[in-house]
């Protein structure tokens, strides 16, 4: 369960399986999160003092992380670059994905997990495309944990040197808390959601390296300020990196292709050297 907003009792299934082990929770447990004031220790929400939701979300955390590292090791050894595509609901994801295999066209293996509450449509979406593909329905569940990711790597069974891409659920909230073991999220931002996302949400953008500012082939028809939406992604994370794009127009693909190409380069330049004997 996330604690963050309390979602996740149910059940996960990847391409219509249950997760191998079903994951743990304490039960009914009546609280409101939204409500708890994690300063005041000795609030009760619910049946739930705040320390003890402190407490679980601390757990909860601790516990992803060991899977995370767990994840991140398998792709340092095996040189796979592994990005994280993270956003609100119909933000372009998928799209962008769909776009992004077509141009790579067959020049660098990858493999695709998606993260949805329900239905398997990405996935459906991206074996089109002609990439390998493997659904996670979340259920209740807001965000893919690194448990869930590192089955669906395993059942994927991914190439040395390659590409993952993994598109979690749309939610600009819970995601930016859970790592996966990725070498980076990054955010994608469409010029119709509203300039001041960033400030709204500063947490995604704070954990993100790149943001794809999506479906800049509406900015003629919005009263969007794209510099400003940029400034304020800036103010909250001075580093993050910016492509403008359009999956719909191919406008920026070939700057985001390139830098998915350098991260490549990288990831298996920095694989450690196997040693025989
Ligand atoms: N105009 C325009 N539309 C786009 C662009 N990218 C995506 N769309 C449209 O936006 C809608 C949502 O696209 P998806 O790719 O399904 O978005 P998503 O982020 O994967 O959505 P979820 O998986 O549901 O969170 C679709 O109607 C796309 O055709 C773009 O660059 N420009
Ligand atoms: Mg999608």
């Not at 070498?183 to 704070?206: C, N, Q, W």
């Not at 830098?259 to 025989?276: D, H, L, M, Q, T």
Request: hydrophobic fraction near 40%; charge should be negative; proline fraction near 5%.
């Amino acid at each position: 369960m996330c604690t963050t907003c309390g979602c996740g009792i149910g059940q996960t299934l990847i391409n219509g399986k249950p997760l191998h082990k079903p994951r743990q929770h304490g039960g009914p447990m009546r609280f409101r999160a939204h409500e708890a004031d994690t300063h005041a220790p000795d609030v009760c929400v619910g049946d739930v003092s705040a320390s003890r939701i402190v407490k679980l979300e601390q757990d909860l955390l601790a516990k992803n992380n060991g899977y995370a590292e767990a994840n991140r090791r398998y792709l340092l050894a095996h040189g796979i670059f592994a990005l994280n595509l993270v956003s609100s609901p119909g933000s372009g994801k998928t799209t962008l994905l769909v776009k992004t295999i077509e141009a790579l066209n067959g020049t660098q293996p990858l493999a695709v997990i998606e993260g949805d509450q329900q239905t398997e449509n990405d996935a459906a979406r991206i074996r089109t495309a002609g990439a390998p593909a493997i659904q996670i329905n979340t259920g209740k569940g807001c965000h893919l944990d690194a448990q869930m990711v590192g089955q669906a790597m395993q059942r994927l069974g991914l190439q040395d040197d390659s590409l993952l891409l993994i598109e979690n659920v749309g939610n600009l909230v819970c995601p930016a808390s859970f790592d996966l073991g990725e070498a980076h999220k990054v955010v994608i931002l469409s010029v119709t959601e509203g300039e001041d996302k960033p400030l709204k949400y500063p947490d995604m953008f704070r954990a993100a390296s790149l943001m794809l500012l999506n479906k800049c082939d509406l900015l003629p028809y919005l009263d969007f300020d794209a510099d400003l939406a940029i400034d304020y992604a800036n103010r909250i994370n001075p580093k993050l990196q910016v492509v403008r794009i359009s999956a719909s127009s191919g406008a920026g693909m070939a700057e985001w292709l390139e830098w998915i190409r350098e991260g490549c380069r990288n990831a298996v330049a920095a694989k450690p050297e196997v040693s025989f004997g």
